[in-house]
């Protein structure tokens, strides 16, 4: 399964972007997709994810703020960020599992994506 973020850029702190991330291959094997990011000098961090059935879980960090959600029929993930912080700036990448499950658990993922910079200025 290869997996491909697009939609990251430049906006300013407060402002909005969506993200989309695209799979292909050998799509039938996934079920969990979720949104990873990761800014320099710190560890990734799985920010969102949903399962199959549309059930999400998001980190502290982005909840209330962050929306994820999935078209099945595109095999296509989605992250809506809204009242974005400096602190949100990463590359923003997208992950999936092969079970249903709402882990934001890395070990649970066996398919990770390129990304797509998100930087967010004050």
């Known amino acids: 399964v290869q997996l491909q973020a697009s939609g990251g850029g430049l906006v300013q702190s407060g402002g909005s972007l969506r993200l989309s991330c695209a799979a292909s291959g050998s799509v039938f094997t996934v079920n969990t997709m979720g949104w990873y990011r990761q800014a320099p000098g710190k560890q990734r961090e799985l920010v969102a994810v949903i399962t199959s059935d549309g059930t999400t879980n998001y980190s502290n960090s982005v909840k209330g703020r962050f929306t994820i959600s999935r078209d099945n029929a595109k095999n296509t993930v989605y992250l809506q960020m809204n009242s974005l912080k400096p602190e949100d700036t990463a590359v923003y990448s997208c992950?999936?599992?092969?079970?249903?499950?709402?882990?934001?658990?890395?070990?649970?993922?066996?398919?990770w994506g390129q990304g797509t910079l998100v930087t967010v200025s004050s």
């Open positions: 992950a999936a599992a092969r079970v249903s499950t709402v882990t934001r658990n890395p070990s649970y993922y066996h398919y």
